[in-house]
Structures are given as structure tokens and as C-alpha cells.
């Protein structure tokens, strides 16, 4: 080897982490700017049925928005999870091969679900019902439209996420101005869901990949020894929320579900960051356990420190925010939510600091670990979401969520850590005794 090619090779050695950051940051400014889109549809969507509708029709549309969130966490746990943790960074044949049985497992599952909705709907009735069922028609696009945004960011193309979501947003606007003409949730519901099938459908226009219905049962066989453990561990966290949320109804009324919702949407910008994140940390944390499995842990506490300080921050602007100002975003809804900022801020910083956990060990694919963590997680969440509800009403729910969620971070990290040193002993070969 000659010292000229010796030299160019250093050359090369030397740029290469430089460059292999400035992909990373560019994956994760990709994931933050799709969910930036997606979060504002969602926050434009809350205010506008928040100041359309009032506290307790908008407790109804949360209740609808809670219950979409359930069957999401079953779409991500069984479709799009297994795809991000073993499909980012293939080979685009692979990848396009995975996300053709992944997205038709995603409409497969709106589609069952939806069902269900829509009868339950139609039973229930009443103010709760219609909402219920217009969400069960809606709910097809719905999942497919979320399944081709994870099945981009596995593929490291975030651009095509963000567009997906623009045009989304772009939808929703004559959609929105129709629905509050008719002045009812389930017209709402409807601009909303409607919106996302449009997106849905240009995803498809966008991967140039047709949904595989017939695929999806193949799908859930084939990673069934992730998909299972997913499903459970995203429908305890979804599961909760929800079991929160109908408790709180029960105990308080409906009104407070729209408080709650309330506090959500006034922490929607921070909210944004974190959920943009999530949608490629899993797939960064994988990359840095083939690179650089030492690096994992340090990648880890860099993500959920920064969010939980980024939380803080938020909440203590939203402290110095005018009566007016917030009377103007949320309407009547702003002085029931205003008494809880100051727990949801301590919730989603404690949610913020534990998702850095959270994805480290599904890239270890540790997960039966992250499962343990969801079950204790979720119980913790509901016990003192409602135990807070039956002692101090709804501030006394917050509060109670609030110490659940910092309770379990802890527990995430210590799983974490674990994991961390399981893999780190199963990679290196014991010492060999003469």
C-alpha cells in the first residue's frame, strides 16, 4: 500500500463521522418537520371544535380522539413497529416488499376495527354515539395514512412523510369550514377522518406500493415475536389514556375530558417535537446499535434529557401567557385547562425523559423489557389518573398522572441499563481458560 492511498484512506476515515451525523440530523429535521404538520393539523382540528362546539361537545370529540388513539397503538404494534425495528436501512426491495404486507396490515386492522365502531356507534346513540361511528367509517384511512408516514422513515426518506402530512393539512382546511357549517361532532369527525383518507390515497401515488390485504396476515405471522409484545405494550399506553379518560367522565363529567384535552393542546407545539422525534428515534437508535453499539446509551439519555428540559421550558411559558391570549386560543375551555399546566408539564417531561429508554430497548428488540415497563406504566397511569379524579377532581387527576409518568421513567431506565449490559455480555466472547 502506498503512503499517497494510505493517506487518502485517513482522509476518508476522518470525514465519514461528520458526514453520518449530518445524515442523522437531517433524518431527525425530517421527523420533526412531518410532525410539526401533523401536529398543527391536530391542534387546528382541537381548536377549532374546542371554540366551535364548547367544553362539553368538545369532551365528546376527545372522547371519539381518545378512542382512535387505542387503535392506532394495535395498527403501529402489529404493522409499522416491526417494519421501523427491522427494516430501516435495507435494501429497497426488502424495504418495498415489507411495507406492501405492513401498510395492507394497517388498512386490514382499520378496516375490522371500523366495523366494530360503527355498530357500537349506532347502539350507543345519543351525543356519544354518532361520533363513534363516523369514526369507524373513517378509521381505514386513517391507519393507512399513519402507516405510510413510519414506512418513510424507515426508509430514511422523511421528506415524503412531511408532504404526506401537507396534504393532509391542505385537505382538512374546506373540510373543517364545511363541518362547522353543520355544527356537530360527528360533521367534525368526518372533515377530520375524510382529510387523512385523502393522504392515505396519495401515499400510495408516493411509494408507487399497493397495499397487500392478502399479505397482512403473513405480516403479523412472520414477526409475531415483536408484533404480539408491541400490540400489548402500545395498547396498555393508548389503553389507559382511554380508561382515564371514561373515568374521569364518570367521576367529574365529560367537561373535564375536555379540560384535560385542553392542557394537551396548550402543550401541542412541545407535544409536536415529541411525537416528531419518536418517529425516527427508533430507527436512529438501530442505526447506532450496528455502528456503534457502545454509543447506544449516551444516544439514549441525549434524547430523553433534551426532551424533558424542552418540556420544562414550554410549561413555564405557557405560565407567563395572558388570560386573554389563552381565552382567545382555547375559548371556554382555557380556565379549566389553565389549572393544569403546571402537572402535564411535569407529565410530558417525565413521558419526555422515558421515551429515551423506550427506544433504545426497541432496538435491542428487548421486548419483553419494554413490555414489563408499558404493564407498570400503564397500570401506574390509570391508578393515579383516576385515584387523583376520586380525591381532588380533575386537578387531582393531572397531579396523579403526573407523578405515574416520573415513576416510570425511572423504571424504563433501569430496564435500560440492563438490557445495555445483556448485550454488551452476549457480544463479547467470554475469556477462553487454558
Same mark, same amino acid.
Given at each position: 500500500?502506498?503512503?499517497?492511498?494510505?493517506?487518502?484512506?485517513?482522509?476518508? $476515515?476522518?470525514?465519514?463521522?461528520?458526514?453520518?451525523? =449530518?445524515?442523522?440530523?437531517?433524518?431527525?429535521?425530517?421527523?420533526?418537520?412531518?410532525?410539526?404538520?401533523?401536529?398543527?393539523?391536530?391542534?387546528?382540528? @382541537?381548536?377549532?371544535?374546542?371554540?366551535?362546539?364548547?367544553?362539553?361537545?368538545?369532551?365528546?370529540?376527545?372522547?371519539?380522539?381518545?378512542?382512535? +388513539? %387505542?387503535?392506532?397503538?394495535?395498527?403501529?404494534?402489529?404493522?409499522?413497529?416491526?417494519?421501523?425495528?427491522?427494516?430501516?436501512?435495507?435494501?429497497?426491495?426488502?424495504?418495498?416488499?415489507?411495507? &406492501? =404486507?405492513?401498510?395492507?396490515?394497517?388498512?386490514?386492522?382499520?378496516?375490522?376495527?371500523?366495523?366494530?365502531?360503527?355498530? %357500537?356507534?349506532?347502539?350507543?346513540? +345519543?351525543?356519544?354515539?354518532?361520533?363513534?361511528?363516523?369514526?369507524?367509517?373513517?378509521?381505514?384511512?386513517?391507519?393507512?395514512? *399513519?402507516?405510510?408516514?413510519?414506512?418513510?422513515?424507515?426508509?430514511?426518506?422523511?421528506?415524503?412523510?412531511?408532504?404526506?402530512?401537507?396534504?393532509?393539512?391542505?385537505?382538512?382546511?374546506?373540510?373543517?369550514?364545511?363541518?362547522?357549517?353543520?355544527?356537530?361532532?360527528?360533521? #367534525?369527525?368526518?372533515?377530520?377522518?375524510?382529510?387523512?383518507?385523502?393522504?392515505?390515497?396519495?401515499?400510495? #401515488?408516493?411509494? +408507487?406500493?399497493?397495499?397487500? /390485504?392478502?399479505?397482512?396476515?403473513?405480516?403479523?405471522?412472520?414477526?409475531?415475536?415483536?408484533?404480539?409484545?408491541?400490540?400489548?405494550?402500545?395498547?396498555?399506553?393508548?389503553?389507559?389514556?382511554?380508561?382515564?379518560?371514561?373515568?374521569? +367522565?364518570?367521576?367529574?363529567?365529560?367537561?373535564?375530558?375536555?379540560?384535560?384535552?385542553?392542557?394537551? /393542546? /396548550?402543550?401541542?407545539? #412541545?407535544?409536536?417535537?415529541?411525537?416528531?422525534?419518536?418517529?425516527?428515534?427508533?430507527?436512529?437508535?438501530?442505526?447506532?446499535?450496528?455502528?456503534?453499539?457502545?454509543?447506544?446509551? =449516551?444516544?439514549?439519555?441525549?434524547?430523553?434529557?433534551?426532551?424533558?428540559?424542552?418540556?420544562?421550558?414550554?410549561? $413555564?411559558? /405557557?405560565?407567563?401567557?395572558?388570560?386573554?391570549?389563552?381565552?382567545?386560543?382555547?375559548? *371556554?375551555?382555557?380556565?379549566?385547562?389553565?389549572?393544569?399546566?403546571?402537572?402535564?408539564?411535569?407529565?410530558?417531561?417525565?413521558?419526555?425523559? @422515558?421515551?429515551?429508554?423506550?427506544?433504545?430497548?426497541?432496538?435491542?428488540?428487548? &421486548?419483553?423489557?419494554?413490555?414489563?415497563?408499558?404493564?407498570?406504566?400503564?397500570?401506574?397511569?390509570?391508578?393515579?389518573?383516576?385515584?387523583?379524579?376520586?380525591?381532588?377532581?380533575?386537578?387531582?387527576?393531572?397531579?396523579? %398522572?403526573?407523578?405515574?409518568?416520573?415513576?416510570?421513567?425511572?423504571?424504563?431506565?433501569?430496564?435500560?441499563?440492563?438490557?445495555?449490559?445483556?448485550?454488551?455480555?452476549?457480544?463479547?466472547?467470554?475469556?477462553?481458560?487454558?
Amino acid at each position: 500500500m502506498t503512503p499517497m492511498t494510505t493517506g487518502r484512506q485517513k482522509t476518508t $476515515a476522518a470525514a465519514a463521522p461528520p458526514t453520518a451525523r =449530518r445524515a442523522v440530523v437531517g433524518r431527525l429535521s425530517w421527523g420533526l418537520a412531518d410532525q410539526a404538520a401533523s401536529s398543527a393539523t391536530n391542534f387546528a382540528v @382541537g381548536i377549532y371544535v374546542a371554540r366551535s362546539l364548547g367544553l362539553t361537545a368538545f369532551g365528546v370529540f376527545s372522547l371519539a380522539w381518545v378512542t382512535y +388513539g %387505542v387503535v392506532l397503538s394495535v395498527s403501529r404494534g402489529l404493522a409499522t413497529d416491526p417494519l421501523v425495528v427491522r427494516f430501516s436501512g435495507v435494501s429497497e426491495a426488502s424495504w418495498r416488499g415489507a411495507v &406492501a =404486507r405492513s401498510s395492507g396490515t394497517a388498512l386490514g386492522a382499520g378496516a375490522v376495527i371500523g366495523a366494530v365502531c360503527l355498530v %357500537v356507534g349506532t347502539a350507543l346513540g +345519543g351525543s356519544v354515539g354518532p361520533a363513534f361511528a363516523c369514526l369507524g367509517v373513517m378509521l381505514p384511512g386513517l391507519l393507512l395514512q *399513519d402507516a405510510w408516514r413510519y414506512s418513510f422513515f424507515a426508509a430514511g426518506t422523511g421528506r415524503k412523510a412531511f408532504v404526506n402530512d401537507v396534504v393532509w393539512g391542505v385537505a382538512l382546511v374546506p373540510a373543517m369550514v364545511v363541518a362547522a357549517r353543520v355544527g356537530s361532532v360527528a360533521a #367534525f369527525v368526518l372533515a377530520w377522518g375524510g382529510s387523512a383518507a385523502v393522504a392515505a390515497v396519495y401515499g400510495c #401515488f408516493q411509494s +408507487g406500493i399497493r397495499p397487500q /390485504l392478502t399479505g397482512a396476515r403473513a405480516w403479523v405471522r412472520e414477526h409475531r415475536d415483536l408484533g404480539y409484545r408491541y400490540l400489548v405494550e402500545n395498547t396498555c399506553l393508548s389503553g389507559a389514556s382511554q380508561l382515564r379518560a371514561y373515568g374521569l +367522565g364518570a367521576i367529574v363529567g365529560v367537561g373535564a375530558v375536555g379540560a384535560v384535552r385542553g392542557a394537551e /393542546l /396548550l402543550l401541542g407545539p #412541545f407535544l409536536a417535537v415529541l411525537m416528531g422525534l419518536s418517529l425516527v428515534t427508533v430507527a436512529e437508535a438501530a442505526r447506532v446499535l450496528r455502528r456503534a453499539p457502545h454509543r447506544l446509551g =449516551r444516544f439514549c439519555l441525549l434524547l430523553g434529557g433534551g426532551q424533558a428540559a424542552a418540556a420544562l421550558l414550554w410549561g $413555564a411559558a /405557557l405560565l407567563l401567557m395572558p388570560d386573554r391570549v389563552g381565552e382567545l386560543v382555547l375559548g *371556554d375551555v382555557w380556565h379549566s385547562a389553565a389549572q393544569l399546566i403546571v402537572p402535564a408539564t411535569l407529565g410530558v417531561a417525565g413521558a419526555g425523559l @422515558g421515551t429515551g429508554a423506550a427506544a433504545g430497548l426497541r432496538a435491542l428488540a428487548a &421486548a419483553r423489557r419494554s413490555l414489563r415497563c408499558q404493564l407498570f406504566a400503564s397500570a401506574c397511569y390509570v391508578i393515579g389518573g383516576l385515584g387523583g379524579a376520586a380525591a381532588a377532581g380533575t386537578v387531582g387527576s393531572a397531579w396523579g %398522572v403526573a407523578a405515574a409518568t416520573v415513576c416510570s421513567s425511572a423504571v424504563w431506565w433501569l430496564q435500560l441499563r440492563s438490557a445495555l449490559r445483556e448485550h454488551h455480555h452476549n457480544s463479547v466472547p467470554e475469556a477462553r481458560t487454558p
